[in-house]
């Protein structure tokens, strides 16, 4: 079992920056991945960014240069470097995670965060 817990989420003017952490709380030994969700006003859930269980990274195109994902293993924590915020990036971010999760896709992903809701105001 995998519980993750996210945080960081909050209101940002546009232009701003925010860092969303996942604390990883896992009770087995499973080498997981992981990947950064988000679901907008449109109830869609995207995957964004993912992290494999060897640390290779993945930045869905239109994000790179404002995001990037990187972890702690000591601290067993996941994180997402948010820059340069727009409006079109509220929403509420998830973390997930799972053998094949950052591949990104929904079904690959069984362990769930609660999410953070992140706000950006122009």
């Known amino acids: 079992q995998v519980q993750l817990l996210e945080s960081g989420g909050g209101s940002v003017q546009a232009g701003g920056s925010l860092r969303l952490s996942c604390e990883v709380l896992?009770?087995?030994?499973?080498?997981?991945?992981f990947g950064w969700f988000r679901e907008g006003g449109d109830g869609k859930r995207e995957g964004i960014a993912s992290i494999d269980s060897d640390g290779q990274t993945f930045v869905f195109y239109l994000l790179r240069g404002r995001f990037t994902i990187s972890q702690d293993n000591a601290k067993n924590t996941l994180y997402l470097q948010m820059n340069s915020l727009k409006s079109e990036d509220t929403a509420m971010y998830y973390c997930?995670?799972?053998?094949?999760?950052?591949?990104?896709?929904?079904?690959?992903?069984?362990?769930w965060g609660q999410g953070t809701q992140v706000t950006v105001s122009s």
């Open positions: 896992s009770s087995d030994d499973g080498d997981y991945s």
């Open positions: 997930a995670a799972d053998w094949s999760c950052s591949r990104l896709f929904l079904g690959d992903c069984r362990f």
